[in-house]
C-alpha cells in the first residue's frame, strides 16, 4: 500500500475517471502541513505527533517539512522509522511499559525521554538507562471526563503512586516531569484543566520541581458535522491553567497530538456494493478494514455521497444502518448514518476527516480490505 505518483485535483476527479471497486483513501499534503504550522505557531511549547496515528512514510516527511521536530514513539519500529525519515528529531518513548529489549533499543538510538506509571517499570529503567540528561516522565490518572473513550483504563498511576514515582525518578538523578493523557477527541478544553491542576499538586507533595508537563494527546479533529473543534479554545486554557497552577514553577509544556494533526487530511471513499431491499446498505469498505475505529468512538456524520459520474447525491437524509462488505455481522457501522433518500448501488460514499487510525487497522478479513492511496491537492469538490 503506497501512494501513487499521480497528483489528483480532488477525490471527484479520481472517482470519476478511475472508478475504482476498492475503497480508497485520499491524501491532502497541505491540509496536513496546515494544521502542524498551526500547532506549532498556536501551542505553547513542544508539539510531538503520535506516530501510532498514522505511520505513513508520507506523513511524518511533510510533518518534519513542516517544522515538526519531536515524534511520540510506542515501539522499536517507530523509533527506527523516525530516526531514518527524521534522523534529528526527538523520540519520546511514550509507552509506559517495555521488554528490556525495546529499552535497548532506545538507548542505542538516543532516545532521552521516557514516560512511566508502575514502580517495576520504574526499576526496569533506572537499571537499564544511563539517567544523565535523561528524562522519566511519571504519567498519572484522573476519573475520565469529556473523551471519546478512557485512556486510564490501561495507563496512568493514582495521584498518590504519582508522588512516589516522582519522588524515586529525581533521586536517581533523571530528570523529573510529569504527563497524563486527558482521552482521546476531547473537543471541551477543560478536559486538560483538572489534570494540570492536578499535576501540580503531585510536583508540590513529591517536591519537586519538573521540568517539563506534558498535556498528551486527545486534541480532535473535525468528525461531527455538528461539533467542530476549537483547537484555540483548548490551547488558551492549557496556557493559563499553567501559570496559574504552577505560578513561577510554571514547567515547559509539551502536547502529543495523533489525530489532531492527521485526521482531517484524509478522506476515504467507499462504494456501494448492494441497497438491500432499499433499507440496509453494504459499502466496500467496514470496521475490518479502514472503518475500524468508528464503533469505538461513533461514526463519522461529514460525508458526501456522490454518483459514478461526480454527481453529488441531494435527496432527502434518510437513516440508514450500514454494514461493511465481510460476511461478519460484527461488520457494522455504530447507529445509523444519514445519507440521501436517492442513493443507488455504485454510489461512492466519502468519509472526510479519516486520517487517524484508518491505515494501520487495516485488515484483510474474509479477502476484502484493500486500500488505495492517493494524493489530492484539496479533499473537496
Request: hydrophobic share 40%; glycine share 8%; net charge negative.
Amino acid at each position: 500500500m503506497g501512494l501513487s505518483k499521480t497528483i489528483w485535483t480532488n477525490p471527484t476527479e479520481y472517482l470519476t475517471t478511475q472508478k475504482p471497486e476498492n475503497p480508497v483513501l485520499f491524501f491532502a499534503p497541505s491540509v496536513l502541513q496546515g494544521m502542524a504550522r498551526k500547532f506549532i505557531d498556536s501551542f505553547p511549547g513542544m508539539v510531538t505527533y503520535a506516530v501510532k496515528s498514522n505511520p505513513m512514510e508520507e506523513v511524518i516527511e511533510n510533518l518534519s517539512s513542516a517544522g515538526l521536530r519531536g515524534f511520540d514513539v510506542a515501539s522499536p519500529f517507530e523509533m527506527r522509522l523516525i530516526k531514518r525519515l527524521a534522523p534529528d528529531a526527538a523520540l519520546h518513548y511514550n509507552n509506559p511499559v517495555r521488554s528490556p529489549a525495546e529499552i535497548a533499543v532506545a538507548v542505542e538510538l538516543g532516545v532521552k525521554s521516557y514516560s512511566v506509571d508502575s514502580a517495576s517499570e520504574l526499576a526496569k529503567l533506572i537499571k537499564h538507562v544511563p539517567a544523565e540528561g535523561t528524562e522519566i516522565t511519571v504519567r498519572f490518572k484522573l476519573p475520565v471526563g469529556g473523551a471519546a473513550y478512557n485512556f486510564g483504563a490501561k495507563f496512568g498511576a493514582t495521584a498518590e503512586l504519582a508522588v512516589e514515582l516522582l519522588r524515586v525518578v529525581a533521586d536517581a538523578g533523571f530528570v523529573p516531569s510529569l504527563t497524563f493523557h486527558p482521552g482521546t477527541q476531547c473537543t471541551e478544553p477543560a478536559a486538560w484543566e483538572s489534570y494540570i491542576r492536578k499535576a501540580a499538586e503531585i510536583a508540590e507533595e513529591a517536591g519537586v520541581t519538573i521540568a517539563r508537563l506534558n498535556v498528551g494527546g486527545g486534541f480532535p479533529n473535525h468528525r461531527l458535522n455538528a461539533v467542530t473543534p476549537d483547537l484555540d479554545a483548548i490551547f488558551e486554557m492549557i496556557d493559563r491553567v499553567a501559570t496559574e497552577a504552577f505560578g513561577d514553577a510554571r514547567p515547559l509544556l509539551v502536547c502529543e497530538p495523533g489525530r489532531g494533526l492527521c485526521g482531517d487530511a484524509f478522506s476515504v471513499a467507499t462504494r456501494v456494493k448492494a441497497l438491500r431491499d432499499d433499507t440496509h446498505v453494504f459499502l466496500n469498505d467496514g470496521v475490518y478494514g479502514s472503518l475500524t475505529e468508528l464503533p469505538m468512538i461513533g461514526v463519522i456524520d461529514r460525508t458526501e455521497v456522490k454518483s459514478p459520474e461526480g454527481v453529488l447525491r441531494t435527496g432527502e437524509p434518510v437513516a440508514r444502518i450500514v454494514f461493511g462488505p465481510t460476511c461478519d455481522s460484527v461488520d457494522r457501522l455504530p447507529g445509523e448514518l444519514m445519507l440521501p433518500e436517492d442513493l443507488t448501488e455504485g454510489d461512492y460514499v466519502l468519509f472526510h476527516g479519516m486520517g487517524a487510525y484508518s491505515t494501520v487497522t487495516n485488515t484483510r478479513f474474509n479477502g476484502f480490505g484493500e486500500l488505495g492511496m492517493e494524493t489530492v491537492l484539496n479533499l473537496h469538490a
